[in-house]
């Protein structure tokens, strides 16, 4: 189990160097940082001052090696564009964005749960087909129009939540819906395909020899098993969500990493969007490491193969 | 996006039949802007809100008076050029900074000598680095000494260049000043949540002789709102009270919504056709003035302001804001929309199936329309739809054959800040004419106001006789604010809280 998680661990770490690395050079080679951060109609003064005051006149190795070393010692740099310091923005960003990603999530597993199991004890039933359908529009419903849609319903006709904003609990409900119905749909093909193959093996019938009541097999004895795929697309999931959406955080105005990421990467704004990369690839390789190493714990299978 | 719009029209569609709900009024105004201000600071951004932020918390040397264009004491009571490089002014005595401190000479000092160095990285350095130093005479008399001669300063003055209260700006530079902005504007800041909201207050001490008059509008909260969908949904519900920049399409539809008022106000900002005639142009044709006349004859612009562009623009002859200093059309040649003109000068100059780019960077719509026109008389342009720091980019590296650019001239009302930059051999010069080169630079360093006018005349009118741009039209924006704000739209696109009232 050990050296199945050093090895883990090892290209854990790779993939987020070639990650970072890899995001360097694609900015770079997206455009002139010292005209994007000029800004529209900077003179060509402005633009040459930006580019020496900058370091961006450097060779990018060293700008690279430069980064890499000052990161390592935990400075990520000053944003280009906000002017401060990069880490104090993501610190402040983050929360809203983890925030988001959990309500939603728990909003996706809340209706995804449920409508799979249901989906699976009464397969090929109306049921079944009802929970298909909701799975198939929540993936193909574009989420920027389900979210107006469920902006005008709620915020401006029914007036029950507000628009846009972050600055209470009701400001999050219209973006948890919109956010988890679209994460929704493959915990719930998932549930529904592991309660299947559960209710169909033979630990199962055994329970069922006992005389064990339906409800305590369903829940007690297939879900268990049924959910072991599922915690790993949990993480998987989280990870996704932390990265923010940009959509749903642009459409109600929600100030987090989503949009931070958006913003400076439309200003060209290296630092921040470097920081941003970065620390998104090391939760999302951290979330995938520990989805690995919990189900090469839960089944042996996996770590000897 | 087309799927956008039909969202937006659905929604819109759907309020028509639903009865809108008052805003509740505590004499405030709740606005937002797509914009996130990343610092507060006057000189450390360059976005629209932050200039409109800047007019409010801060104070300025001079004031222009929209309306009229004249300029008025401020900070200042009243100013006079000593030489053609020393301004002298006479500061205001009795006007207090919102932490109390009092407004003297040393403000004015440390806050030009602060920002024009260029190791205190401001985003628009060109906005003062024609400030060479400022001498204090006494506490309430300073001189501005300029680099070289420099006309335009008064306008600069009058603009982006807020006066700082020097104690506190050097202890808390730039960055507190975003979190904790101090000025002596009619409004004080309450609150600054960055990237979400500013909350300011009315100065309740601000000064009475101040040509800004005494605010009536308690409270202004100003929202950070990105999708402009959002802020339509916003203004529906009535969480917000004044939105601006709103789509033609969305604003004709709102205008069917009883608690609001739809306001269409031209704005400084004007577009224009740039033609590459450099020697290594990559198209070769347009070294032909013949074949650029062409083009100056193939579009209809009347016809495009009154289909796409929309109420409030106007039609323009040379490449400038017709309020700007300098903006003098009389001499410069018409060009009306005549395709067979076109045509016939096309064969004159005997080229034939012309084939080139055309770069764009904002309303797609206006560049495809000319894509259309040219069409229409044998030249074919493709569109190459950028961001706008890649547009300039290809500009300068003479990739873009066309160019359709809007200029917003950084909001100065003087041609200095527009027509010199795209004709005095700087990057963005894609025609390179020394005669006009010498008008303008004869026009930017002169102090006499007849020697400018008559040398932006001239260099206009050349410009527009060797058709190196085509000047197309000032534009409009659209407002939308509940019906009972009163509320007037201004050309430098800084909506007004100060003057607002509601009926």
């Known amino acids: 189990m050990l050296a199945f998680a050093l090895k883990r661990l090892a290209l854990a770490v790779l993939v987020a160097v070639v990650v970072s690395a890899l995001a360097f050079l694609l900015l770079r080679a997206s455009g002139d940082v010292a005209v994007a951060l000029a800004g529209e109609g900077a003179r060509s003064t402005d633009i040459e001052n930006v580019r020496k005051v900058y370091g961006l006149d450097r060779p990018l190795l060293v700008q690279y090696l430069d980064w890499v070393g000052r990161m390592l010692h935990g400075d990520f740099g000053e944003s280009l564009y906000f002017k401060t310091d990069v880490l104090a923005l993501v610190r402040d960003k983050l929360p809203t964005t983890a925030l988001l990603a959990v309500l939603s999530l728990l909003f996706a597993l809340g209706i995804s749960l449920p409508l799979g199991v249901v989906a699976a004890v009464y397969p090929n039933s109306w049921i079944d087909r009802l929970c298909l359908a909701l799975a198939v529009a929540g993936q193909a419903l574009p989420n920027f129009f389900f979210a107006l849609i469920l902006m005008m319903v709620f915020g401006v006709m029914l007036q029950i939540v507000p628009v846009s904003g972050s600055e209470s609990w009701a400001h999050f409900v219209l973006p948890s819906v919109a956010l988890g119905y679209y994460v929704a749909p493959p915990f719930m093909r998932l549930t529904r395909t592991g309660m299947m193959d559960a209710l169909a093996s033979d630990y199962i019938r055994t329970a069922r020899a006992k005389g064990l009541s339906g409800a305590s097999i369903v829940l007690k004895h297939a879900l268990r098993n049924a959910l072991v795929p599922v915690v790993a697309l949990t993480a998987v999931q989280l990870g996704f969500l932390l990265g923010g959406s940009v959509v749903i955080e642009t459409v109600f105005a929600l100030d987090g990493l989503g949009y931070l990421a958006y913003k400076s990467i439309s200003h060209l704004d290296l630092p921040v969007t470097q920081a941003i990369v970065t620390l998104l690839s090391f939760i999302y390789v951290g979330l995938t490491l520990s989805a690995d190493l919990i189900n090469a714990w839960l089944d042996p299978r996996i770590r000897i193969g | 996006m087309p799927a956008r719009l039909s969202a937006s029209a659905f929604c819109i569609a759907l309020l028509a039949a639903t009865p809108a709900l008052a805003a509740k009024r505590d004499n405030s105004i709740r606005f937002a802007d797509d914009q996130v201000l990343e610092n507060v600071d006057p000189y450390y951004n360059n976005v629209r809100i932050g200039v409109i932020m800047s007019h409010h918390i801060w104070d300025t040397l001079i004031y222009r008076d929209p309306k009229t264009s004249e300029y008025k004491g401020q900070l200042a009571t009243a100013w006079k050029w000593i030489d053609d490089r020393t301004l002298e002014l006479e500061l205001r005595k009795g006007v207090k900074f919102h932490n109390g401190a009092g407004f003297d000479a040393d403000d004015v000092i440390y806050t030009f000598e602060f920002t024009s160095k260029p190791e205190n990285k401001v ?49 808390v530079g730039p960055k507190g000043m975003n979190e904790k902005p101090i000025g002596s504007g009619p409004y004080r800041v309450v609150e600054h949540a960055v990237g979400k909201y500013i909350r300011l207050a009315r100065n309740p001490d601000y000064f009475k002789d101040s040509p800004k008059p005494q605010p009536k509008i308690d409270k202004i909260e100003v929202r950070f709102i990105p999708d402009r969908q959002t802020q339509v949904a916003e203004m529906l519900s009535g969480g917000l009270d004044l939105i601006r920049n709103v789509s033609l399409d969305e604003a004709q539809q709102l205008r069917a919504v009883p608690n609001l008022q739809v306001v269409s106000g031209e704005i400084m900002r004007y577009v224009f056709l740039q033609m ?29 302001i009154k289909s796409i562009v929309g109420e409030g623009a106007r039609l323009i002859n040379v ?63 493709n569109l190459r739809w950028v961001q706008y720091a890649a547009h300039r980019d290809a500009v300068r590296a003479g990739k873009a054959p066309l160019a359709h650019w809007t200029w917003g001239s950084f909001s100065i009302n003087d041609v200095s800040a527009g027509v010199s930059i795209f004709h005095k051999f700087a990057p963005d010069d894609a025609n390179r004419d020394p005669e006009i080169r010498d008008l303008l630079e004869r026009g930017d360093t002169s102090v006499d106001p007849e020697t400018r006018k008559k040398s932006y005349a001239k260099a206009l009118a050349l410009i527009a006789e060797r058709a190196y741009v085509l000047p197309m039209y000032s534009i409009p924006i659209n407002y939308v604010a509940t019906k009972d704000l009163v509320f007037t739209p201004y050309p430098d696109e800084i909506p007004r809280f100060w003057e607002m009232s509601y009926k």
């Open chain 2, 123 to 171: 985003t628009t350095l060109g906005n003062v680095d024609w400030i060479d130093h400022v001498e204090k005479l006494d506490p309430y008399k300073v001189r501005i000494v300029t680099r070289r001669p420099f006309p335009a300063a008064i306008e600069y003055l009058s603009g982006p260049l807020g006066i700082h209260p020097h104690a506190y700006y050097a202890q």
């Open chain 2, 319 to 381: 490449p400038c804001f017709p309020s700007q200093v300098g903006c003098i059309d009389q001499d410069a040649p018409r060009y009306a929309y005549d395709p067979a003109k076109a045509k016939q000068l096309l064969k004159e100059a005997g080229v034939a199936g012309i084939d080139l780019d055309l770069y764009a960077y904002r309303d797609r719509d206006q560049a495809e329309a000319m894509i259309n026109y040219l069409r229409a008389v044998g030249i074919k342009a």
């Open chain 2, 276 to 304: 590459d005639s450099r020697e290594k142009t990559l198209a070769a044709p347009l070294r032909d003035q013949r074949v650029r006349q062409a083009i100056m004859y193939a579009i209809d612009r009347p016809t495009m």
